[in-house]
């Protein structure tokens, strides 16, 4: 059989040539150069990175006979026999199938002896985690002190499961996933040797699902080549490996824009139709809505992992969707994802959660809000322009009017008269100071959620709470789920100094779980229509309230 596969055919047998560990590469060869070699390595890392490879052109420098800056020559006698597996002192090992102590013991008894022709003899044994116990505990004294002529180069997916004590005898290396782009770069140069045609989306399929593997990668590109021949096309990949075409989730964040329902039942249908799998199409979800939050919060798509065609795609969302909206989004996903789970009627669970979430409603801030009446109106420089009065909550009442600019001060907290003139109408922001009473505390909670909204760290789970209780300035507030209080109780210090700033004192709070969600459900009809400043918004600006 005259056919192999990529993973062997383009195995590199260079440093240079290795992808994607140039941290590792750089050790070895600078070691090698300076005669610095330590008698025990252990490479550690993901499947398909590299680990035996590196291993192999170690094992090979160290035995070359005219090794050039660290790398071996791969022309000489000794490189020629350990490329043809004829060496005598490079003994590779298969930890999983030699894993006995019985093994062991005969691994230690020859390496007594001399290599035959090389400097060294090398043992590399992969999967090293595989041994037992007890082989592990036969090899520590041969390791921590072998022969000068000996050196192990051990490699393993799971350093977990390797003793200490052996670790500690071993110089370790950490390999890194390998990125999607240096893979894609890997595979576009194989097939341009290979003289295949293929496209920018087909490689980043066929990355994606290798997921920092490239010898995955390239198991990958063989398949698709006995299927498409050639000329390799997306289409035929997302057949042939039964994908998720993105196209979909464009599909879902546009029919969210438009507010098209009907785009939920169309697209869970299709899903059906492929037969593609309802949770990894929600975990594509998620991540497709997470690249848009990555558009939105840092301008570009550097820190995409896609084709360059949906790069630019996602470009298009920039202005169209707020951190906040995203936030909720990416929630809502993560909760349907984990429901999805426990639920028989996978089809049926979709559709009423796309429902959802094409209906979910915008939302704004009071500052964004404030900012456009700030700079509406008519324009020109004749016209009436909005001012805005403030006295950032001093714990006093405020004596400053609409036509005095207060001082302001960072550690005080009260809204003085806040007005707005737009077309004649003038919008007054009601007066908000703390009180110890919980009736106050509940007042002011909506102005608090809407002060914190834009701290992503806390400011989106808090937006169903109530405070219930006040014992000793100590404040109880209700949360529907305790795995939001653990993240709240994370954020506790910096939750803890908003809360100052805006009370104007320190207020010692406390998360109690609302498990039959009845108590923030019960007062959110209260607590909403008494917020003074929901009242003033409601009726003078014509808002509405929206959940």
């Known amino acids: 059989m005259n056919f192999v596969v990529t993973a062997r055919k383009w195995r590199p047998q260079v440093f240079d040539d290795v992808v994607g560990q ?98 060294f003899k090398i043992y590399i044994i992969d999967e090293v985690h595989m041994l037992t116990p007890e082989s592990f505990n036969a090899l520590l004294k041969t390791l921590e002190e ?36 240096a893979i894609k770069n890997q595979l576009k140069s194989i097939a341009d040797a290979e003289k295949i ?64 329902f009907v785009q939920a039942f169309e697209i869970s249908n299709k899903v059906y139709e492929n037969g593609w799998n309802y ?20 301008g570009g798509h550097k820190l995409i992992e896609s084709a360059e065609i949906y790069k630019k795609k996602y470009l298009d969302y920039k202005n169209q969707f707020s951190e906040g909206d995203l936030l909720r989004i990416l929630a809502f996903l993560n909760t349907t994802l984990t429901e999805l789970k426990n639920t028989q009627n996978h089809k049926l669970k979709t559709e009423i959660s796309l429902s959802h979430l094409i209906g979910l409603e915008r939302t704004s801030t009071i500052s964004a809000i404030l900012s456009k009446f700030d700079s509406g109106g008519s324009g020109g420089e004749n016209s009436s322009q909005k001012k805005i009065s403030s006295n950032l909550f001093s714990n006093s009442p405020s004596k400053s009017n609409n036509d005095e600019k207060p001082d302001v001060k960072a550690n005080d907290i009260n809204v003085s008269l806040l007005s707005i003139e737009k077309n004649n109408k003038k919008f007054e922001m009601p007066n908000v100071s703390l009180h110890t009473d919980l009736d106050s505390l509940i007042s002011q909670w909506s102005e608090f959620l809407n002060y914190v909204e834009k701290d992503f760290t806390f400011g989106p789970l808090l937006s169903n709470s109530l405070p219930i209780r006040l014992n000793d300035s100590k404040l109880e507030i209700a949360i529907n789920n305790q795995e939001d209080i653990e993240h709240l109780k994370n954020s506790k210090p910096k939750l803890d100094s ?50």
């Open 197 to 260: 045609k293929i496209d920018d989306k087909s490689l980043t399929l066929i990355a994606k699902k290798a997921d920092g593997a490239l010898r995955d990668a390239q198991s990958l590109f063989d398949q698709v080549i006995s299927f498409c021949g050639t000329d390799i096309n997306s289409q035929s990949i997302f057949q042939m490996l039964n994908l998720i075409d993105e196209e979909i989730f464009f599909e879902l964040s546009d029919a969210i824009i438009q507010k098209k």
């Open 498 to 547: 908003r809360i100052k700033e805006f009370f104007g004192k320190k207020v010692d709070i406390d998360f109690v779980v609302d498990s039959n969600k009845s108590i923030v459900k019960e007062n959110q009809e209260e607590f909403i229509p008494n917020n003074s400043l929901s009242k003033a918004i409601i009726e003078q600006l014509g808002g509405k309230e929206v959940r």
């Open 22 to 119: 140039g941290h590792i590469t750089k050790t070895l060869k600078n070691a090698i150069v300076n005669n610095r070699i330590a008698h025990a390595f252990i490479f550690a890392g993901p499947r398909g990175v590299g680990k035996t490879t590196t291993a192999r052109i170690l094992a090979k420098s160290l035995n070359c006979l005219n090794p050039k800056d660290g790398e071996p020559c791969n022309s000489c006698d000794m490189c020629k026999s350990f490329q043809s597996s004829q060496s005598l002192d490079i003994i590779e090992i298969d930890g999983a199938s030699n894993r006995r102590i019985e093994e062991i013991r005969a691994l230690r008894e020859s390496v007594k002896y001399a290599p035959s022709k090389g400097k």
């Open 279 to 298: 949770i990894d199409f929600v975990n594509g979800l998620i991540e497709h809505f997470r690249n848009i939050l990555t558009v939105v919060i840092t």
């Open 146 to 181: 072998p022969p000068p002529h000996t050196i192990f180069v051990f490699a393993t997916t799971d350093i977990h499961k390797v003793p200490l004590t052996i670790i500690s005898r071993c110089q370790r290396f950490d390999f890194r996933r390998i990125e999607l782009d």
